[in-house]
């Protein structure tokens, strides 16, 4: 065990840390062994001014820890992100009537849900079936993004995460992977 100390205090004076690790190095060799208050003083008055050191405090030659900003950072669970959870990854696939084996699907998180929406494509409207939509919608439609007469609309199966799609016009559909997890593209069959 003064093995290890020895080798926690000679990487720390090292690093620069300096003093706290001298004095660990040496609280565990024969040089270290002397009046605590002197090693106490040895402490403060070798530390870098700008780190901070609780006074009268003695320094215990069996019991060294390193302070917390020398520590090991490699935790996971410390920093910016501890404690945020990821958030849920939700699946859903679509199909059109008559085509059940064809189905895709769309990777929403959080409490996003399915969604018809467009963006434009140097001038043309590019519709698709993505995540944005907060709520518990049983059912989803294009509205008017197909165009006055055409809408697609898509209602939940009796599994939560199925949606079966239909057009209410002539005009056939499918839905194109453009492989994107969170859209799925619809176009003119």
Same mark, same amino acid.
């Given at each position: 065990?003064l093995?290890?100390?020895?080798i926690?205090?000679s990487f720390?004076a090292s +690093?620069?840390v300096?003093?706290? *690790?001298s $004095?660990? &190095?040496f609280?565990?060799?024969d040089?270290?062994?002397g009046?605590?208050e002197? @090693?106490?003083?040895?402490?403060?008055?070798?530390?870098d001014s700008?780190?901070?050191v609780?006074?009268?405090?003695p320094?215990?030659?069996?019991?060294q820890? +390193?302070?917390e900003?020398?520590?090991?950072d490699?935790?996971p669970?410390?920093? /910016?992100d501890a404690?945020?959870?990821?958030d849920?990854?939700?699946? &859903?696939q679509?199909?059109? !009537?008559g085509e059940p084996?064809?189905?895709?699907?769309?990777? #929403?998180?959080g409490?996003?849900k399915?969604?018809f929406d467009?963006?434009e494509?140097s *001038?043309?409207n590019?519709? &698709?079936v993505g995540?944005?939509q907060?709520?518990g919608s049983?059912?989803?439609?294009s *509205? !008017?993004?197909? *165009? /006055?007469?055409?809408? $697609?609309t898509c209602t $939940?199966?009796?599994?939560?995460?199925?949606?079966? #799609?239909?057009?209410?016009?002539?005009t056939? &559909?499918k839905f194109v992977?453009? @492989?994107?997890?969170e859209?799925?593209?619809?176009e003119a069959?």
């Amino acid at each position: 065990m003064l093995e290890s100390h020895k080798i926690a205090g000679s990487f720390l004076a090292s +690093l620069g840390v300096g003093g706290l *690790g001298s $004095v660990a &190095y040496f609280s565990v060799t024969d040089r270290g062994k002397g009046n605590i208050e002197a @090693q106490t003083e040895t402490r403060i008055d070798s530390q870098d001014s700008r780190e901070s050191v609780e006074e009268g405090v003695p320094l215990d030659s069996e019991s060294q820890e +390193l302070p917390e900003d020398v520590a090991d950072d490699s935790n996971p669970s410390s920093g /910016p992100d501890a404690g945020k959870l990821q958030d849920p990854v939700q699946s &859903y696939q679509f199909f059109f !009537s008559g085509e059940p084996k064809t189905r895709l699907r769309v990777e #929403c998180s959080g409490d996003q849900k399915p969604d018809f929406d467009y963006w434009e494509d140097s *001038g043309v409207n590019k519709v &698709y079936v993505g995540c944005g939509q907060h709520g518990g919608s049983k059912t989803i439609h294009s *509205g !008017s993004l197909l *165009g /006055p007469k055409n809408k $697609v609309t898509c209602t $939940v199966t009796s599994n939560s995460n199925i949606f079966q #799609c239909s057009s209410s016009q002539s005009t056939k &559909y499918k839905f194109v992977d453009r @492989q994107d997890r969170e859209r799925i593209y619809l176009e003119a069959a």
